[in-house]
C-alpha cells in the first residue's frame, strides 16, 4: 500500500512539470481589445515602460518559447478581436544593433490575450531602476548607533524606499532639457483644433507638416515652447498678432531613458537606464547606495570625460541641498572614490558617527556636523584620541597619543542673562541657531583616524554636593554651589513640612580629623519662621499654625560639600486623628481625638449618645492601626461602666457602626434549613438548631460554636450536660 501511495505521488509531480499548451483568451470586460493591460492604470503603465525599455525584447522571447508560428499567432489575435498583424514587429528576429520597438499599451494587452502571464525583463538585460535596493546590507544596531561606532550617512541607500526615484507623472519642470527620445504634443486650440506628436529623433530634430525640420537637442523645454511658437506662428496667422484666436502650448508626453554608468565605491558599479528627469542620487540608489569605504563629500559626475558636478552628501544629509544633486544625460559617469580623512566623534553629542572630513575642515567643523553638544555636555574641556605616524611611533602596545583640548564658553548677552532659567545647560542653542551653542572650540586640523571624545557631566554623586532630610517637602541630595547656604537648600527642598521644628537644626560635617575614629562633625544652627515658604505677596506667613518661632534674625548659615542638614520634627507634634462613627447614635460623623487619652466612651458621650433603637450588643468595631480589623467589644457593660476594660482608648482611624435591634438569630452551616429565627428569650441553642430544621447527617454537634453580635466567638462545650446550656442572643 506504501508503494503505491509514493508511486502516484511521483506521477502526480512528473505531471506538474510538463509544459501545458497556451490558447487564446476571450478578452474580459477589464482586458477589452486596444486598451490597457487587465489591472493596469495608466500611471502604472507609463512607469512600466519607462522602467523597463527592454521589454519588446522580452515580448519577442515570451513569442519564441511559445511554440506558435507566426500564422498561429495572427489566427489567435484576430479570434481576440485584435489586429493580426499587432505582433508582427516581434515576430522575426532581432535586428543586430536594432532594439525591439517600445510596446503599447494595446500590445501589452495582447500578449496577456495570448495566455503568456506577466512581462518580466530577461535576466541579461540592463539593471532598470525599479525603486527597490537589490543588495541590502545588514542593518545598524541601536548600540552602533548610541555609541558613534558606524560611518554617517551610508546606511542613508540601504532603506526600502522612494526618496530618490523621479517623478514619472505630473507636468516636467520649464528648465528641462530635451533631447532623442523625448516625445512632446503640441496643441493648437480655439479658432482649430490640432495637435502633433513629436518624436524628437536621434539628430535631435522634430518634423511638423507644412512646417519642417525643428532642432530641439538639448533646449530646454521653455525654450522649445518659444520656438516651436514661433515657427507654427509663420503658418498659422491667428497664433499671433494683437488678437490672436489660436491658442498653443506644448508638452512632455514621454521622457526618454538615460543610460549612465555608475562606478567606485557602490554596492553594484555598473550600467544603468534610469530616466532622463533622474540625477545623480538616483543612479546612486539605482546602484544598491555606497559602501562603507566611499568618499561622501566627493562623489564625481563626469560627462564627455569632464567632471561637470561634485556631489557632497552632507549637503542634502545634514541641510537638505541638493544643488549639487545634478540632472544625468547619456553617457554620464558617476564616480565614487575612496573616503579621505574619517573622524570619530563619541560622548556627550546630539549625532555620534564616524564622519568625513573635507580638505581646510577642521575641529568646529566636526561638531558642527554631529549636531553639537548635548545639553549634559562637559564644555570646559574635550580629548582627541589620534594615531601616532609610523615614524613617531615608539616600541609599545599602544601607538597612541591623547590630546586634551581647552573649550571656551562665551557669556550670555544682557538679554540671554535676563531671559535665561537658571540652570540652563551650556551646550544649549543660542538665538542664532549655532549647534555649538556658544562654546568656543580652536581651529585644530585633524587626521585621519582621531577620535573626538566629548565628556559628560558626571552624576551628582561624583559632583560636590550636600544633602538634607527630616522635615522638607522634597528630601534628598543637591549641588553644593560656592557661597551656599542652608536657606538657599531649605528652598530647594521646597521648604519645611508642616510640623517642622523651627529653631534649630542639626548639619553633619565632614570631620577635620578622623585619627580617632570619627565619620562626622555634628552641630545646632538656628533657623527661625522666615524658612517657611507659605507666604503672601506681604510677606505675612500664611501657612498652617505651629509652635511660635518668630523671625529673629537667625543668621545665614554657610554650607560646606558634602553637609547633611537634619530639619528636625516638633516634640509631640502631629496632625488630628480621627474616628467614624455611624449607625443608632443621635450625632453620627467623623470625629477628631481631643488627646491620646479619649476613650470609647468619650467620642460616643460627643456624638449625643445612643438612640432609643439602638442594640448596644451589636457594636461592631473596626481598628485600622496594625491591620487588626474587628475587635469584639461588650458595649453595653462599658455604657454602665467606664471602666469596664473594653472601654478602650481610641486610635486613629478607628470606626465603630451601632446597628438598630432585629430579634432574629442566624443559623448557618451543617444544618437542614440554613436561615434567620426569631428570637426567644431564655431559649437555648437547642431550640435554634431545632428551628433550622436540626443538625444535618454532615454535622458535628461537638464543635458548634455562637459568634455574638459584637463580633465575640465562644465555643460550645462537646459535653451534653453544657450543650443546652448556651444561650443566643438577637
Same mark, same amino acid.
Given at each position: 500500500?506504501?508503494?503505491?501511495?509514493?508511486?502516484?505521488?511521483?506521477?502526480?509531480?512528473?505531471?506538474?512539470?510538463?509544459?501545458?499548451?497556451?490558447?487564446?483568451?476571450?478578452?474580459?470586460?477589464?482586458?477589452?481589445?486596444?486598451?490597457?493591460?487587465?489591472?493596469?492604470?495608466?500611471?502604472?503603465?507609463?512607469?512600466?515602460?519607462?522602467?523597463?525599455?527592454?521589454?519588446?525584447?522580452?515580448?519577442?522571447?515570451?513569442?519564441?518559447?511559445? +511554440?506558435?508560428?507566426?500564422?498561429?499567432?495572427?489566427?489567435?489575435?484576430?479570434?481576440?478581436?485584435?489586429?493580426?498583424?499587432?505582433?508582427?514587429?516581434?515576430?522575426?528576429?532581432?535586428?543586430?544593433?536594432?532594439?525591439?520597438?517600445?510596446?503599447?499599451?494595446?500590445?501589452?494587452?495582447?500578449?496577456? @490575450?495570448?495566455?503568456?502571464?506577466?512581462?518580466?525583463?530577461?535576466?541579461?538585460?540592463?539593471?532598470?531602476?525599479?525603486?527597490?535596493?537589490?543588495?541590502?546590507?545588514?542593518?545598524?544596531?541601536?548600540?552602533?548607533?548610541?555609541? +558613534?561606532?558606524?560611518?554617517?550617512?551610508?546606511?542613508?541607500?540601504? !532603506?526600502?524606499?522612494?526618496?530618490?526615484?523621479?517623478?514619472?507623472?505630473?507636468?516636467?519642470?520649464?528648465?528641462?532639457?530635451?533631447?532623442?527620445?523625448?516625445?512632446?504634443?503640441?496643441?493648437?486650440?480655439?479658432?482649430? /483644433?490640432?495637435?502633433?506628436?513629436?518624436?524628437?529623433?536621434?539628430?535631435?530634430?522634430?518634423?511638423?507638416?507644412?512646417?519642417?525640420?525643428?532642432?530641439?537637442?538639448?533646449?530646454?523645454?521653455?525654450?522649445?515652447?518659444?520656438?516651436?511658437?514661433?515657427?507654427?506662428?509663420?503658418?498659422?496667422?491667428?497664433?499671433?498678432?494683437?488678437?490672436?484666436?489660436?491658442?498653443?502650448?506644448?508638452?512632455?508626453?514621454?521622457?526618454?531613458?538615460?543610460?549612465?554608468?555608475?562606478?567606485?565605491?557602490?554596492?553594484?558599479?555598473?550600467?544603468?537606464?534610469?530616466?532622463?528627469?533622474?540625477?545623480?542620487?538616483?543612479?546612486?540608489?539605482?546602484?544598491?547606495?555606497?559602501?562603507?569605504?566611499?568618499?561622501?563629500?566627493?562623489?564625481?559626475?563626469?560627462?564627455?570625460?569632464?567632471?561637470? @558636478?561634485?556631489?557632497?552628501?552632507?549637503?542634502?544629509?545634514? !541641510?537638505?541641498?541638493?544643488?549639487?544633486?545634478?540632472?544625468?544625460?547619456?553617457?554620464?559617469?558617476?564616480?565614487?572614490?575612496?573616503?579621505?580623512?574619517?573622524?570619530?566623534?563619541?560622548?556627550?553629542?546630539?549625532?555620534?558617527?564616524?564622519?568625513?572630513?573635507?580638505?581646510?575642515?577642521?575641529?568646529?567643523?566636526?561638531?558642527?556636523?554631529?549636531?553639537?553638544?548635548?545639553?549634559?555636555?562637559?564644555?570646559?574641556?574635550?580629548?582627541?584620541?589620534?594615531?601616532?605616524?609610523?615614524?613617531?611611533?615608539?616600541?609599545?602596545?599602544?601607538?597612541?597619543?591623547?590630546?586634551?583640548?581647552?573649550?571656551?564658553?562665551?557669556?550670555?548677552?544682557?538679554?540671554?542673562?535676563?531671559?535665561?532659567?537658571? &540652570?540652563?545647560?551650556? &551646550?544649549?542653542?543660542?538665538?542664532? &541657531? /549655532?549647534?555649538?551653542?556658544?562654546?568656543?572650540?580652536?581651529?585644530?586640523?585633524?587626521?585621519?583616524?582621531?577620535?573626538?571624545?566629548? /565628556?559628560?557631566?558626571?552624576?551628582?554623586?561624583?559632583?560636590?554636593?550636600?544633602?538634607?532630610?527630616?522635615?522638607?517637602?522634597?528630601?534628598?541630595?543637591?549641588?553644593?554651589?560656592?557661597?551656599?547656604?542652608?536657606?538657599?537648600?531649605?528652598?530647594?527642598?521646597?521648604?519645611?513640612?508642616?510640623?517642622?521644628?523651627?529653631?534649630?537644626?542639626?548639619?553633619?560635617?565632614?570631620?577635620?580629623?578622623?585619627?580617632?575614629?570619627?565619620?562626622?562633625?555634628?552641630? !545646632?544652627?538656628?533657623?527661625?519662621?522666615?524658612?517657611?515658604?507659605?507666604?503672601?505677596?506681604?510677606?505675612?506667613?500664611?501657612?498652617?499654625?505651629?509652635?511660635?518661632?518668630?523671625?529673629?534674625?537667625?543668621?545665614?548659615?554657610?554650607?560646606?560639600?558634602?553637609?547633611?542638614?537634619?530639619?528636625?520634627?516638633?516634640?509631640?507634634?502631629?496632625?488630628?486623628?480621627?474616628?467614624?462613627?455611624?449607625?443608632?447614635?443621635?450625632?453620627?460623623?467623623?470625629?477628631?481625638?481631643?488627646?491620646?487619652?479619649?476613650?470609647?466612651?468619650?467620642?460616643?458621650?460627643?456624638?449625643?449618645?445612643?438612640?432609643?433603637? @439602638?442594640?448596644?450588643?451589636?457594636?461592631?468595631?473596626?481598628?485600622?492601626?496594625?491591620?487588626?480589623? !474587628?475587635?469584639?467589644?461588650?458595649?453595653?457593660?462599658?455604657?454602665?461602666?467606664?471602666?469596664?476594660?473594653?472601654?478602650?482608648?481610641?486610635?486613629?482611624?478607628?470606626?465603630?457602626?451601632?446597628?438598630?435591634?432585629?430579634?432574629?438569630?442566624?443559623?448557618?452551616?451543617?444544618?437542614?434549613?440554613?436561615?434567620?429565627?426569631?428570637?426567644?428569650?431564655?431559649?437555648?441553642?437547642?431550640?435554634?438548631?431545632?428551628?433550622?430544621?436540626?443538625?444535618?447527617?454532615?454535622?458535628?454537634?461537638?464543635?458548634?460554636?455562637?459568634?455574638?453580635?459584637? +463580633?465575640?466567638?465562644?465555643?460550645?462545650?462537646?459535653?451534653?450536660?453544657?450543650?443546652?446550656?448556651?444561650?443566643?442572643?438577637?
Amino acid at each position: 500500500m506504501k508503494l503505491r501511495t509514493l508511486a502516484a505521488l511521483g506521477a502526480l509531480t512528473l505531471c506538474a512539470v510538463v509544459p501545458t499548451r497556451s490558447y487564446a483568451q476571450v478578452p474580459t470586460q477589464g482586458q477589452l481589445p486596444g486598451g490597457l493591460p487587465s489591472g493596469m492604470t495608466p500611471d502604472q503603465l507609463a512607469q512600466l515602460l519607462q522602467q523597463n525599455p527592454q521589454l519588446g525584447n522580452v515580448i519577442r522571447q515570451k513569442l519564441q518559447q511559445s +511554440g506558435l508560428t507566426p500564422e498561429q499567432i495572427r489566427a489567435q489575435l484576430a479570434a481576440a478581436g485584435y489586429p493580426p498583424n499587432l505582433l508582427d514587429a516581434y515576430l522575426g528576429g532581432a535586428q543586430p544593433g536594432q532594439p525591439s520597438p517600445l510596446p503599447s499599451a494595446q500590445t501589452l494587452a495582447a500578449v496577456q @490575450a495570448l495566455g503568456m502571464g506577466t512581462l518580466t525583463p530577461a535576466p541579461e538585460s540592463l539593471h532598470i531602476d525599479t525603486g527597490f535596493i537589490r543588495v541590502r546590507a545588514e542593518s545598524l544596531h541601536a548600540d552602533s548607533l548610541a555609541s +558613534g561606532n558606524y560611518v554617517f550617512g551610508v546606511d542613508v541607500f540601504r !532603506r526600502t524606499t522612494t526618496q530618490f526615484l523621479p517623478q514619472l507623472t505630473g507636468p516636467v519642470d520649464p528648465m528641462y532639457r530635451l533631447g532623442p527620445g523625448d516625445v512632446l504634443v503640441a496643441v493648437l486650440s480655439g479658432a482649430i /483644433d490640432q495637435s502633433y506628436l513629436l518624436d524628437i529623433n536621434r539628430e535631435g530634430f522634430v518634423i511638423i507638416p507644412q512646417v519642417g525640420l525643428i532642432y530641439l537637442n538639448n533646449l530646454t523645454l521653455e525654450s522649445a515652447r518659444g520656438l516651436l511658437f514661433d515657427r507654427l506662428g509663420r503658418v498659422y496667422s491667428k497664433l499671433r498678432g494683437p488678437s490672436p484666436t489660436i491658442k498653443f502650448d506644448v508638452t512632455v508626453s514621454r521622457v526618454r531613458i538615460n543610460q549612465v554608468y555608475v562606478i567606485g565605491e557602490v554596492k553594484q558599479p555598473g550600467a544603468y537606464q534610469i530616466s532622463a528627469l533622474g540625477s545623480a542620487l538616483t543612479a546612486l540608489y539605482a546602484a544598491g547606495g555606497i559602501t562603507a569605504r566611499a568618499n561622501l563629500r566627493q562623489i564625481e559626475i563626469r560627462r564627455l570625460n569632464n567632471v561637470v @558636478a561634485t556631489l557632497d552628501l552632507y549637503d542634502y544629509l545634514l !541641510r537638505g541641498d541638493k544643488r549639487g544633486d545634478v540632472r544625468l544625460e547619456t553617457g554620464d559617469v558617476i564616480y565614487v572614490p575612496l573616503h579621505g580623512t574619517r573622524v570619530q566623534v563619541t560622548g556627550a553629542v546630539l549625532r555620534p558617527a564616524i564622519y568625513e572630513l573635507k580638505e581646510g575642515e577642521t575641529l568646529p567643523d566636526l561638531l558642527r556636523a554631529a549636531g553639537g553638544f548635548r545639553a549634559n555636555a562637559a564644555v570646559d574641556r574635550l580629548a582627541i584620541h589620534r594615531i601616532l605616524p609610523a615614524a613617531e611611533r615608539r616600541p609599545g602596545p599602544l601607538p597612541r597619543a591623547a590630546l586634551d583640548v581647552t573649550l571656551a564658553v562665551a557669556p550670555p548677552s544682557s538679554d540671554q542673562r535676563g531671559s535665561a532659567n537658571p &540652570g540652563t545647560a551650556a &551646550g544649549a542653542a543660542p538665538a542664532d &541657531g /549655532d549647534p555649538l551653542g556658544g562654546v568656543s572650540l580652536p581651529s585644530l586640523p585633524l587626521d585621519n583616524g582621531d577620535s573626538v571624545v566629548v /565628556d559628560s557631566i558626571g552624576p551628582l554623586e561624583s559632583l560636590l554636593y550636600v544633602g538634607i532630610s527630616g522635615m522638607v517637602t522634597k528630601p534628598g541630595r543637591y549641588p553644593w554651589q560656592d557661597g551656599m547656604t542652608l536657606r538657599d537648600l531649605v528652598k530647594l527642598a521646597r521648604g519645611p513640612k508642616i510640623g517642622a521644628y523651627l529653631k534649630d537644626a542639626e548639619i553633619a560635617r565632614l570631620p577635620a580629623d578622623r585619627s580617632q575614629g570619627q565619620l562626622a562633625d555634628t552641630l !545646632r544652627v538656628p533657623i527661625d519662621s522666615t524658612y517657611l515658604l507659605e507666604r503672601d505677596r506681604t510677606g505675612r506667613y500664611i501657612g498652617p499654625v505651629g509652635l511660635p518661632f518668630p523671625g529673629g534674625g537667625a543668621p545665614e548659615v554657610a554650607l560646606q560639600p558634602y553637609d547633611e542638614i537634619l530639619i528636625l520634627k516638633q516634640p509631640d507634634f502631629e496632625l488630628q486623628r480621627t474616628v467614624q462613627v455611624r449607625g443608632e447614635v443621635r450625632f453620627p460623623g467623623t470625629y477628631a481625638l481631643r488627646s491620646k487619652g479619649d476613650h470609647l466612651t468619650d467620642v460616643l458621650d460627643r456624638a449625643g449618645g445612643l438612640t432609643p433603637q @439602638a442594640y448596644a450588643n451589636g457594636i461592631r468595631f473596626y481598628r485600622r492601626e496594625a491591620n487588626a480589623g !474587628r475587635v469584639g467589644l461588650d458595649l453595653a457593660k462599658v455604657l454602665k461602666d467606664k471602666r469596664n476594660r473594653d472601654n478602650i482608648l481610641l486610635a486613629d482611624g478607628d470606626s465603630l457602626y451601632i446597628p438598630p435591634y432585629l430579634p432574629t438569630v442566624r443559623v448557618e452551616g451543617a444544618v437542614n434549613s440554613p436561615g434567620s429565627v426569631t428570637y426567644a428569650r431564655g431559649q437555648g441553642l437547642d431550640y435554634y438548631l431545632s428551628a433550622a430544621g436540626g443538625v444535618s447527617f454532615r454535622g458535628d454537634k461537638g464543635r458548634v460554636f455562637v459568634q455574638q453580635p459584637n +463580633g465575640n466567638v465562644r465555643a460550645v462545650h462537646k459535653r451534653p450536660l453544657f450543650f443546652g446550656t448556651s444561650k443566643p442572643t438577637p
